[in-house]
Each structure stands twice: as C-alpha cells, then as structure tokens.
C-alpha cells in the first residue's frame, strides 16, 4: 500500500490545519492507520490512530483534545485536524498503516507500523 500525505504549512499559534492521508493500492480499510511527527533532532513519537472501522481511537497526551483522526474508507483517507496549534507542533507529520488484527489496544510505536508515506512539513510560528 502507497499512503501520501499532505496539507501541512504554515500556521500562526493558535490555528488550525487539517492533514490529509491518500492511501492507494489496497483499501485502508484493511489497516489500523496512525499519525507520527518528527521535529528536528527528536525522534519520532506518536500522534494518532484510529482502527479500521473508526470505532476506536487514541491519541498522546501532548494532542489530546487538540487534535482529531477520522477516516473515510470509502475514499481511501484518513485525516488528522490540528487546532490550538503550539510551536511545539512543529515538526514533520507521517501516515502510517497497521496490519495488526486486533482492534484494541491500537499500536503507538513507529516499529509496528508497516507502511509509511512521506511526511509533509507543519510549521507553527509563535
């Protein structure tokens, strides 16, 4: 599976950006889906995921109630919407897919996800 990732930018603190994950391929909808971030000279953590029906979800703490994973299988896309967004945001944001076949708990670490698409760059100016 192909996943693209897009709809970062520039955004002063406090706004809003909604990201977007194409996948292609096969159906996401055969795949837990998950979104990381990478900032400068960190590694990357752990933003989102969302089950393959949508039922179930988790976020990180540093993002919850901020930020919102939903998915659209029919349309093959996942998306994330930021708001309140800090300086600390900024960073490179990734999809990614899980083949996992359990629903819960969803998987929160770079290594048990098996496909990941390019990151597109937020950037988040105080």
């Known amino acids: 599976v192909q996943l693209q990732a897009f709809g970062g930018g520039l955004v002063q603190s406090g706004g809003f950006l909604r990201l977007s994950c194409r996948t292609s391929?096969?159906?996401?909808?055969?795949?837990?889906m998950g979104w990381f971030r990478q900032a400068p000279g960190k590694e990357r953590e752990f933003i989102a995921a969302i089950s393959r029906g949508g039922g179930n979800t988790e976020y990180a703490d540093s993002v919850k109630g901020r930020f919102t994973i939903s998915r659209d299988n029919a349309k093959n896309m996942v998306e994330l919407q930021m708001r309140s967004l800090e300086p600390e945001d900024t960073a490179v944001y990734y999809c990614a897919a899980d083949r996992q076949s359990i629903t819960t708990p969803l998987n929160t670490t770079p290594m048990e996800y098996e496909y990941w698409g390019r990151g597109t760059q937020v950037t988040v100016s105080s």
């Open positions: 391929g096969r159906t996401v909808s055969q795949f837990h």
